[in-house]
Every structure is written in structure tokens, then in C-alpha cells.
């Protein structure tokens, strides 16, 4: 007995109403050690809160993991509210997360531009603060070249940009630094990170059950959104040496990285191989070295993904000493996991 | 006309969640064209909290009943759809709690008005930005007129749930200027909202359910 058409979708699910609460219960038996359940859709790290220091709440929609919960544990968040799939958590569970990661110095909200995601956060927010006198302080991710005009930056959406912008928000909380500075370096990682994106092919949210997007099999989008939302260029599939020239040429287009230090992150979307994101990167590393940018981090994986879309984005992040410091600082999260890195 | 009892709101909301599960894959399809494909299923989580929370009520007031899904959109749904359908639902509620005459025209008037308002309020949406306001406003429209002229209630939802697929239909043609859906843009043009869609389908049911005479009996 099947409650959906498989014919739509092949998936290793039950109910496709249980997948969220289901994929949470796998996830928090997996990493019992490093996270703890402290709402009905609320995640924290084991041994938060943790006295005087900024509380870290990173979050949004459901099937985007690594991201959001895959990032709390030690050097990463302190909690995260999880959502709906591709829809942001109501403020309830944000609100959880939030009193879980108090730990009386403020807390900080970071998550990727979305209306939705907005409205809940700052609902929670002001909760926060009247319910139980919590201060908040937001930075929103707005890393999306493709989604909104240079003039309009604040109308940008956060994609795998949150990656860079939440690890530098942790590393800087777990640094026992006070709320402004916390919230000051996350706000100049943010204006300092960029990404520019490719879609292949669109996924199924499981309650929903039929493709969020439309593609033809030989087609991609450039800046397609992580949602299915409208890109910049759509063409025929062609070499991805060609495509990856494209997406730096937009990015440095819209902020010149050119003398500057960065970190480069090549981020798949979920169905593309690891293989091909490597492709990308070496072909990324040419153009920059070209360009006069200098690479000390470089992340290559699946960091911020969509269900199964395939396709994959790239990411840069100027660096200053302190953004590589704490890009580089040493993380235990049950999706994250870095060593304390050697300068350089 | 029949009387209309508290018992008869808590079956009519039942029943609006019965329909807009059973409008679940038109819904998404709606939202497809204009927005992320998932409102079909934002409504449907949030009816199912609707159900269940009502199930957990021993013969609720008309507004408890309302309230149920206010508590159920807030805490089930998140997305904007979580906040305004919340927002929508208490609004009704609250008017409930000080207009109690259940079959009077004004009083779902009272409640359309409100409900109108905190639509607005909540998601900053004018009419004309492709929601739900595009619905709920001319239905209030309505049914404000029909209460002034003295009309019942059957005819008064009659005429809300007309204006509101009047409504429907005009956002056809309209760009969206919010959230995710106005990304879009043009590519959103020449399809009906969605979330105005799910709003009319609610009236709908008002319609069917408290403005036949009989429904409550």
C-alpha cells in the first residue's frame, strides 16, 4: 500500500506527511552525542546554553540539509528550529531554539533571505525579547547575485553563502566576544560573500509530490534560485569550463575580488557528483588565479542542498585575518566536522 | 432561517479542512506557476492542526473553534502563509468573542472585515500584489453591503464567496510583489493566486455550510 503515485516519485520515504519529523528523529538518534531535542521541531547543541555567551540560532526550511541543523554542535550553531520542507519554521520552534541557546549575552538569528523566513524570525524576535527579555540581533544572508540587482542588495536571498556566513558567526560567538562584535564580523562576512548558482533539474517535495520546477532534459538555468526561482540566462546544457567562466564573471562583475584573499566554496545542490563539482573547482581556481585572487580556503562538497536538484553554485568570501581565522576554526557538528586548520 | 450554533462552526471548519485537503494537488499546481509549488501542502498541515486541535476541544465556542486554527497555522505551518492564515484566524476568533448573534449578516461582516484587515496587516499585501487580500476584501466588500441592505446571511455569504471569485480571477493578470512568488515576475503573470484560491474555497464552504437554511440543524 502506497499513500503517493510512485510514478512521480521514487523515494525512500514512509508517509510523506512524517518524512520531516521522521528524517529529525534518524538525525538526532545518529548524533545523540552531539545534539539534543528542545522543542517539537527544535534542535540544540548538548551542552547548550552555555553562560555568557552569544547564543547562535541558525535555521529555515526542511530539505536543505547539510544546512540547517547538520551546522549546530561545537564551533557551529548553538540551536536550530526546523521547518517545513522549503518552508521556514514557524515562530514557535524558533522561539525554542532561541531560549535553548541563551546563555544571557543576546542571541543572534542568521538564515537566507526569504519573506517567509523574515516574518517568522522577527516574530519570535520580538517574543523573545517581551516574553523573556532575550536581546536578538539578525543578519540576514543575502549572498544570491542572480536574485536581486546590485542597487537592491537587501532584496538578495541567501543560498550557500549561509555556509561562510553562519561558520564565521559561531567561530566568532565561540570566541566569548560580546553581541555588537559577534553581530558586526557576521554582518562584514555577509557583505564580504557572494554566490552565483547553476540548475539542472528541479526536486519533489514529498507532501507535495510532483517537480517544484520544470527543466527540459537538455536545459539549465543560471542563478535558478534553490526554489525553483527564475534565473538569469536559461540555454542548452554546454561544457562547464564555459559555465563556470560565466558564473565568476557575474560574481566579480558585482564585487571585484581581484588582490583580494578569499575562500572559495563549490557547493552541490544535491544530485550532482562530487566529481563534477571538482571539475568546477579546478576550472574556478584558474580563473581566479588569472584574476589576482588569492585562495587560502577552499570548500567542495555538499554544503546547502535542495532535495535532489542537481546542479551546483560557487561561493566566494573575502578574507581579512580575522574572517580566516574563524573560517578556519575548529568545528564538531554532526554534518561539519574541520580540524583546527594551520594558517596559511 | 436555521439557527446557527457554535456546534455548527466547529462542523464547518471541519469540513473547510476536509475540502482544501481534498484541493491539495490543485492548490500546489496553482502555486507552481507563480510561486514554489507548496501551498497546497502549507494549508493542508495547517488544516490537519485545525482538525486535531479541534478533536482535543469539548464543544468549543465559535471562536475557540477559530482559535483552533489560529494556534494550529502558528505552530504547525511557518512559511508567510503560517503567520497571516494565523493572523486570519484569530481575527475571526476575537470578533466571535464580542459578536454572538452567529446568524446575523453584521456579525460575518464583523469577521470578514477583520479577517480582511489582519491579512493586510500581517503579510504587508495591498489588494492588487496577488494574495489572498486580492480574495478577502471584496468578499468583506460584500458582505458589508449585503448587511447594510438588510440582507441574510445565505445571501450575504452568497454574494462574499462571488466577490471573492471575482477576486480569483483578476489576480490572473497580476504580477506578484511579495515574497518568494514576486521573484518572478512576469513569469508569474496569467495565473490565478493561489492563496487567493485557498481563501475562496474558505469562503466557500462558509457559504455551503452556514448560509443554506438547514445547514445547522
Redo the contacts between chains.
Keep these: 500500500m502506497r499513500p503517493w503515485n510512485v510514478v512521480d516519485m521514487k523515494k525512500l520515504i514512509n508517509d510523506p ?1 512524517d518524512f520531516v519529523e521522521e528524517s529529525l528523529e534518524g538525525f538526532l538518534l545518529a548524533h545523540e552525542d552531539l545534539v539534543k531535542r528542545v522543542g ?1 521541531r527544535a534542535i540544540a547543541r548538548i551542552d547548550a546554553p552555555i553562560e555568557g555567551k552569544v547564543g547562535v540560532v541558525i535555521g529555515g ?1 526542511s530539505g536543505h540539509l547539510p544546512a540547517f541543523m547538520g551546522y549546530v554542535g561545537r564551533g557551529g550553531a548553538a540551536a536550530a528550529p526546523i ?10 520552534p524558533i522561539l525554542e531554539a532561541t531560549l535553548a541557546a541563551n546563555g544571557g549575552a543576546g542571541v543572534v538569528y542568521s538564515y537566507g533571505n ?3 523566513d523574515v ?2 524570525f522577527d ?1 519570535a524576535a520580538a517574543r523573545a525579547k517581551t516574553e523573556h527579555g532575550i536581546d536578538v540581533e539578525t543578519v540576514l544572508v543575502t549572498d544570491d547575485v542572480a ?1 536581486a540587482p546590485k542597487d537592491q542588495v537587501d532584496r538578495r ?1 541567501g543560498i550557500a553563502g549561509d555556509f561562510f556566513v553562519f561558520k564565521v558567526l559561531a567561530a566568532k560567538a565561540e570566541t566569548m566576544a560580546d553581541l555588537a562584535s559577534v553581530v558586526a564580523t557576521t554582518r562584514r562576512a555577509n557583505d564580504y560573500t557572494r554566490t552565483v548558482g547553476v540548475g539542472l533539474s528541479a526536486c519533489t ?1 514529498p ?4 517537480p ?2 520544470h527543466l527540459a532534459d537538455d536545459e539549465l538555468e543560471v542563478g535558478l ?1 534553490v ?4 534565473g538569469i540566462r536559461r540555454s542548452h546544457i554546454e561544457p562547464v569550463d564555459a559555465l563556470v567562466d560565466e558564473i565568476l564573471g557575474i560574481i566579480l562583475a558585482d564585487k571585484d575580488y581581484g588582490g583580494s584573499d578569499v575562500a572559495v566554496l563549490v557547493n552541490g545542490l544535491g544530485a550532482t557528483p562530487y566529481e563534477e563539482l571538482y571539475i568546477m573547482y579546478r576550472r574556478a581556481r584558474q580563473v581566479l588565479e588569472g584574476h589576482g585572487v588569492g585562495i587560502r580556503r577552499s570548500y567542495v562538497g555538499e554544503y546547502i542542498t535542495s532535495l535532489e536538484m542537481a546542479g551546483a553554485s560557487i561561493t566566494l568570501m573575502q578574507l581579512d585575518e580575522e574572517l580566516h581565522d574563524l573560517l578556519a576554526a575548529p568545528a564538531k557538528c554532526p554534518m561539519f566536522v574541520q580540524m583546527g586548520a594551520a594558517r596559511g | 432561517m436555521a439557527d446557527i450554533d457554535d456546534a455548527a462552526i466547529e462542523r464547518m471548519l471541519r469540513r473547510l479542512a476536509q475540502r482544501i485537503e481534498s484541493e491539495k ?1 490543485h492548490l ?2 496553482l502555486d ?1 506557476a507563480v510561486g ?3 501551498h ?3 494549508m ?2 495547517g488544516m ?1 492542526g485545525l482538525t486535531r486541535n479541534l478533536d482535543e476541544l469539548d464543544s468549543p465556542s465559535a471562536a475557540e473553534a477559530f482559535r483552533a486554527g489560529a494556534e494550529a497555522f ?10 497571516i492564515l494565523e493572523e486570519v484566524f484569530e481575527a475571526a476568533a476575537r470578533t466571535l468573542e464580542e459578536h454572538r448573534d452567529l446568524a446575523s449578516t453584521a456579525t460575518w461582516a464583523a469577521v470578514f472585515e477583520a479577517i480582511a484587515r489582519a491579512a493586510q496587516d ?2 504587508g499585501a495591498r489588494p492588487g500584489d496577488k494574495t489572498l487580500v486580492d480574495a478577502w476584501v471584496p468578499a468583506a466588500a460584500a458582505i458589508r453591503s449585503a448587511a447594510d441592505a438588510g440582507a441574510d446571511l445565505s445571501a450575504g455569504l452568497a454574494g462574499a464567496a462571488e466577490a471573492a471569485w471575482q477576486g480569483v480571477e483578476e489576480t490572473t493578470d497580476l504580477v506578484p510583489r ?3 512568488a514576486s ?3 512576469e ?1 508569474a503573470r496569467g495565473h490565478p493566486d493561489a492563496g487567493a484560491t485557498s481563501a475562496s474555497i474558505m469562503i466557500e464552504v462558509m457559504r455551503d455550510e452556514l448560509g443554506s437554511p438547514g445547514a445547522a440543524s
Excluded: Q, W
Excluded at chain 1, 521547518?83 to 519554521?89: K, L, M, R, T, V
Design positions: 506527511f517539537r526550511g521547518g517545513n520542507i522549503f518552508a521556514s519554521p514557524p515562530a514557535k526569504y519573506a517567509g516574518m517568522n516574530r536574485s536571498r517535495v507532501a507535495h509530490g510532483k517544484t520546477f534560485g526554489h525553483g526561482e527564475p | 494537488d500546489c499546481a507552481s514554489d509549488g507548496d497546497g501542502v502549507s493542508t498541515i490537519r502558528a505552530d504547525d505551518v511557518g512559511a508567510a502563509i503560517g503567520p500581517t503579510g511579495l515574497g518568494r521573484r518572478l515576475g513569469r
